[in-house]
């Protein structure tokens, strides 16, 4: 999913958060595009990596439509249920928290300020009681004040899985671990918020009371999924077409596969959000099924960014980098891993000796290649916890794939022949087929598994139907899916913000699952425990530490890269500059655009 952030003490030690990496800055046309380079949005110069760990074009000048385009839909608009990361850059368009991320480039992103809320959280001594207090003149689209209870039965959605499938539960999992409530829509009492771990004494006050401490709590009250909703505009599963606002913009029209379309949220009040500039009159998203012409389109002016942020195709590389274009492009560490996984429902990957066979019978570089080289897809990764998370060990090679980078056929042979198929055996790999990086990894996967013996057959199902496809358990089962292609940001950087939707087995979800290897090992499951209850950061990273060794051990998953992309920066953006609280994507809500 998304990269969440650091707020308090623990979390910004914990992690040295995702510096987006500055390559050379051979600018086209010269300058730096720092942040003293004119106030005056058509002055600035254009710069490769002019965006990278400081604003590009700086302005305040109001007004234009500022034009997405994108390859990939929504997964879902419904603040609860949205878990792709471009979504929750996206929606802060439409939606406020009690607390969010600070508009700043690079790490600056990852500090957590108040948004609804006056201040941060007042915190009990014992962790586990947190007091917000509402700002005057906070409303919807429609000028009702927004209430605390609003936000408890925004909230409180989370807890109807079985309606709003898809986005991250551990609101759920940390305020009612006994999962004793059933949600707002089997909700038996008069007002619908019967939720105890939440009290809203007053309008203006909203009380959180964990069973037990949590000190990444006030990251999770950071996501989309806290954002308040109104029970009166509540249409449950179709709340994701038209999602009601209390952010600065409001959404007018949403086509799925095809477009969205915002204007201003006139009883937004700017002077309760200093976090959203608001810049744009109108906001448009395009969407299209062909990457290519999508950056075509790009390089050509005709939008101003990829809404998914997920690189420059192959085909367009070579013009966006060229002399001519190369100051519109910008290459950040991302954040993201880019790996394969293998469910043990699904055989013969209930053996690890089969799963093994697939790890080091793998072409590293081959993978790396597809993704689009060191530059355009990222380092090869060895293990599944991403450098900036705290607990990281680069170094942790337990296949040792930098020593057999273009894999290990006779080694993957001896663990085929422990698995009992020492003849290799049939199977399929799942990929979103509308990702052609996806897809690319897909087919390197499977000529480099042909070698060892492995067939497998690729199905490219439909990209914008994930949740239900291969976040589905039985589906995924159903299938025969034994190789599922995906790619994963932390929700907020820590273990338990990077690992525990995709290796604790108490995230497995029967819809809207990321847990796809089903993964549920008590070792595991404990360490996060021990994590999360520890006070001292060295501890809880060291805790972490072990938890990764012990998923590598499990052998479900194959890691490609940690990813870095190339994006486009169009000529006409103003205020832009990658964010790590964003995996290395530009902060949306920020950005302003030349008339």
């Not at 530059?375 to 998370?389: F, R, S, W, Y």
Request: net charge neutral.
């Amino acid at each position: 999913m998304t990269t969440h952030r650091s707020s308090r003490r623990r979390t910004a030690a914990a992690s040295a958060v995702i510096v987006a990496a500055l390559l050379s800055t051979a600018a086209c046309g010269g300058g730096d595009g720092g942040k003293d380079e004119g106030k005056d949005a058509s002055a600035a110069k254009l710069a490769f990596n002019g965006a990278v760990g400081k604003v590009f074009n700086p302005s305040d000048k109001k007004g234009g439509e500022l034009k997405f385009i994108g390859s990939q839909d929504f997964d879902f608009l419904d603040p609860a249920r949205g878990y792709y990361g471009f979504m929750w850059d996206f929606a802060r368009y439409y939606t406020r928290q009690l607390v969010t991320y600070k508009a700043g480039p690079g790490k600056e992103s990852t500090e957590l300020v108040p948004d609804m809320a006056t201040a941060k959280a007042e915190v009990s001594a014992d962790g586990k009681t947190y007091k917000y207090t509402l700002k005057d003149g906070v409303k919807w689209e429609d000028g009702k004040p927004v209430t605390s209870k609003d936000i408890k039965y925004g909230i409180e959605r989370i807890w109807a899985q079985d309606v709003l499938s898809g986005g991250p539960i551990y609101l759920q999992q940390v305020l009612d671990p006994e999962g004793e409530y059933k949600g707002p829509y089997k909700d038996t009492s008069k007002d619908k918020l019967g939720l105890k771990a939440i009290e809203t004494p007053d309008d203006k006050t909203i009380i959180f009371k964990l069973p037990k401490p949590n000190s990444d709590f006030e990251q999770m009250l950071a996501m989309p999924s806290a954002t308040p909703v109104r029970q009166d505009m509540d249409t449950k599963e179709k709340y994701t077409l038209k999602p009601f606002s209390n952010g600065p913009y409001k959404i007018d029209e949403y086509t799925p596969t095809k477009g969205l379309k915002l204007s201003r949220n006139t009883n937004w009040d700017a002077a309760t959000d200093e976090v959203r500039k608001a810049l744009p009159d109108t906001i448009s998203v395009t969407l299209t099924t062909n990457a290519d012409d999508m950056d075509k389109r790009l390089i050509a002016g005709e939008y101003d960014l990829d809404l998914n942020a997920t690189g420059i195709g192959q085909a367009a590389r070579a013009s966006a980098l060229s002399p001519k274009s190369r100051g519109n492009v910008d290459n950040p560490q991302t954040g993201f891993i880019r790996y394969a996984v293998m469910p043990q429902t699904v055989a013969p990957f209930d053996n690890i000796e089969c799963r093994k066979a697939v790890i080091v019978g793998a072409d590293h570089k081959s993978l790396q290649t597809a993704r689009g080289g060191p530059q355009a897809g990222g380092e090869i990764a060895t293990n599944m916890l991403p450098p900036a998370i705290g607990g990281a060990d680069p170094n942790y090679d337990p296949y040792e794939v930098k020593a057999h980078e273009t894999g290990d056929v006779a080694k993957a042979k001896e663990h085929l022949k422990a698995c009992g198929k020492p003849d290799g055996f049939k199977t399929t790999i799942a990929v979103r087929n509308n990702k052609p990086l996806e897809v690319a990894t897909a087919e390197s996967l499977q000529a480099s598994l042909k070698k060892v013996g492995i067939e497998a057959e690729i199905d490219a199902y439909d990209g914008a139907q994930t949740s239900g496809i291969i976040g589905a358990p039985d589906n995924v089962k159903k299938k025969g899916y034994g190789i599922i292609i995906m790619g994963w940001g932390a929700d907020f950087p820590t273990g338990q913000g990077f690992s525990q939707p995709l290796v604790d087995g108490r995230f497995i979800l029967d819809s809207g699952n990321n847990n796809f290897s089903m993964l549920n090992d008590k070792a595991i499951n404990k360490l996060f425990d021990d994590a999360i209850a520890a006070t001292d950061i060295t501890q809880a990273n060291e805790f972490y530490k072990q938890m990764n060794q012990k998923v590598s051990e499990a052998a479900v998953y194959l890691p490609f890269t940690h990813e870095k992309n190339l994006i486009w920066r169009g000529s006409r953006l103003t205020n832009v500059y990658t964010a790590d609280a964003y995996n290395g994507r530009y902060d949306y809500a920020s950005l302003g655009v030349v008339k």
